[in-house]
């Protein structure tokens, strides 16, 4: 049985930074597909950042330059460091671990950034 669970949310005022965990426990295949997504009040969840299978990484348009997506394989843990944060960050953010065999999500942790 795989969990992800995320922790590293909270509130932050606009220009401040907070760093997202997202703790692995479970087997799991090699060369996943690994993002955080995020979603907003009345808004569809939106891929925030990822790291590919193959090793690229991706990220919004919005986030680029601002939030960094990286792994301790080490720990099983995945981060999302997230800089220079606007009130337009503010949202839910998911992890999740994925490919073709299975496809796997946390329960989320709440980031609100004050203006």
């Known amino acids: 049985q795989v969990q992800l669970v995320e922790s590293g ?3 932050v005022q606009a ?5 997202l965990s997202c703790a692995r426990s ?4 090699s060369r996943n597909d690994m993002g955080w997504y995020r979603q907003a009040p009345g808004k569809q969840r939106e891929l925030v950042a990822v790291i590919r299978a193959d090793g690229r990484t991706d990220y919004l348009d919005s986030v680029k330059g601002r939030f960094t997506i990286s792994t301790d394989n080490a720990k099983n843990i995945l981060y999302l460091q997230m800089n220079s944060l606007k009130p337009e960050d503010t949202a839910v953010y998911y992890c999740r671990i994925n490919r073709h065999e299975y496809d796997y ?3 989320g942790t709440q980031v609100t950034v004050s203006s």
Do not use: D, E, K, N
């Open 26 to 29: 479970g087997s799991i295949f």
């Open 105 to 107: 999500w946390g329960q």
């Open 15 to 19: 220009g401040g930074s907070l760093r």
């Open 9 to 11: 949310g909270g509130l």
